[in-house]
């Protein structure tokens, strides 16, 4: 396959290898959403995972001009469309390489595998990325674009920290022509030995204020749960909500949600002026509001001395309840 063959069939297949790395960024990014807490994607993703093409001159070269020796050197290039997920720990890449594998949508293969890698050469700091190489199964057509079987795209899963290496060092490191110095190659392995301390830390710090937390999680799931069966709506999560459950965390029983679900039933006035109130009131579409009420009936000398939030938000609750903030 020459030259001008390759171009000419990269002009007329670029469309279809876009498509599917639309499709196959789409299929990840929704089953993420689906398996995270809601709203938390954005911050799980540190990089906007875009879909790239090979620019027709770099798909030239790599096919015929970097000694690859490929006997079909179009076909045996992958990464003609490839897309970077990229995340903050280690253990996160085990969520996006679950959703990969367990697509129907497509066939993929592990490229690259940094861990195993690891295993193979455990007195080696190299460059670190997770590779899959995933592939359309059945001809389809995606928006009046054909994507025929068997079109590929590249997929790397890494950390921030990896991320950061490889944008310093890939190119000019590991795809280069002339190798370099030693020196060089010393700090370049001096540097990933210190992202992979580094992931350690993060993983066990990590994993030492989710234990931390568990208790505030649980006591916001009873508040959120509590919530829409009280309201039939769904709440918000603003940070006040966390505001309120820090400040009033230690007053919170084990057996919380039956002392809230009673609280309501006596009270049932309270659920009235939040749904009342939710559609044009900040506060009142934040599940937190409930353990508020709860804190007020039952303490309010201790509500006024915890509230975090200004005193005039407090006001209207102490009133609803028959209490003064003044005495």
């Given at each position: 396959m020459n030259e001008q063959e390759i171009l000419d069939r990269w002009a007329r297949e670029e469309?279809?290898?876009?498509?599917?790395?639309?499709?196959?960024?789409?299929?990840?990014?929704?089953?993420?959403?689906?398996?995270?807490?809601?709203?938390?994607?954005?911050?799980?993703l540190k990089v906007e995972p875009r879909p790239r093409l090979k620019d027709a001159r770099s798909l030239v070269d790599k096919a015929l001009y970097r000694g690859k020796n490929y006997e079909d050197p179009y076909q045996a290039i992958t990464d003609k469309a490839g897309l970077r997920f990229v995340v903050l720990l280690t253990s996160q890449i085990d969520e996006v390489e679950r959703i990969i594998c367990g697509s129907t949508l497509w066939t993929c293969s592990k490229d690259r595998d940094y861990e195993s890698e690891r295993v193979l050469r455990p007195q080696e700091f190299g460059y670190q990325s997770v590779h899959y190489v995933i592939t359309c199964d059945q001809d389809r057509t995606v928006d009046a674009v054909a994507i025929s079987r068997g079109t590929t795209c590249e997929v790397q899963v890494r950390t921030l920290l990896q991320h950061a290496h490889s944008e310093l060092t890939h190119d000019s490191i590991y795809k280069g022509k002339k190798a370099p110095t030693a020196n060089?190659?010393?700090?370049?392995?001096?540097?990933?030995?210190?992202?992979?301390?580094?992931?350690?830390?993060?993983?066990?710090?990590?994993?030492?204020?989710?234990?931390?937390?568990?208790?505030?999680?649980?006591?916001?799931?009873?508040?959120?749960?509590?919530?829409?069966?009280?309201?039939?709506?769904?709440?918000?999560?603003?940070?006040?909500?966390?505001?309120?459950?820090?400040?009033?965390?230690?007053?919170?029983?084990?057996?919380?949600?039956?002392?809230?679900?009673?609280?309501?039933?006596?009270?049932?006035?309270?659920?009235?002026?939040?749904?009342?109130?939710?559609?044009?009131?900040?506060?009142?579409?934040?599940?937190?509001?409930?353990?508020?009420?709860?804190?007020?009936?039952?303490?309010?000398?201790?509500?006024?001395?915890?509230?975090?939030?200004?005193?005039?938000?407090?006001?209207?609750?102490?009133?609803?309840?028959?209490?003064?903030?003044?005495?």
């Open positions: 469309p279809s290898f876009r498509a599917w790395a639309v499709v196959v960024k789409e299929e990840i990014c929704r089953e993420l959403a689906a398996s995270l807490h809601p709203n938390v994607l954005d911050s799980f060089v190659s010393r700090v370049v392995a001096k540097t990933m030995a210190l992202i992979e301390v580094v992931d350690d830390f993060f993983e066990s710090v990590t994993r030492d204020l989710r234990d931390a937390s568990a208790p505030a999680r649980g006591n916001w799931e009873v508040l959120q749960a509590a919530y829409v069966a009280a309201t039939s709506r769904s709440g918000e999560s603003q940070a006040s909500n966390y505001l309120i459950l820090d400040a009033f965390g230690s007053l919170i029983p084990a057996d919380f949600r039956a002392i809230l679900d009673a609280f309501l039933a006596q009270n049932g006035f309270v659920t009235d002026i939040i749904k009342e109130r939710a559609p044009r009131q900040h506060l009142f579409r934040q599940p937190a509001i409930l353990l508020a009420y709860w804190v007020v009936h039952q303490s309010p000398n201790r509500a006024k001395e915890m509230w975090p939030l200004t005193a005039d938000e407090l006001r209207p609750i102490f009133g609803d309840l028959g209490k003064s903030m003044d005495n």
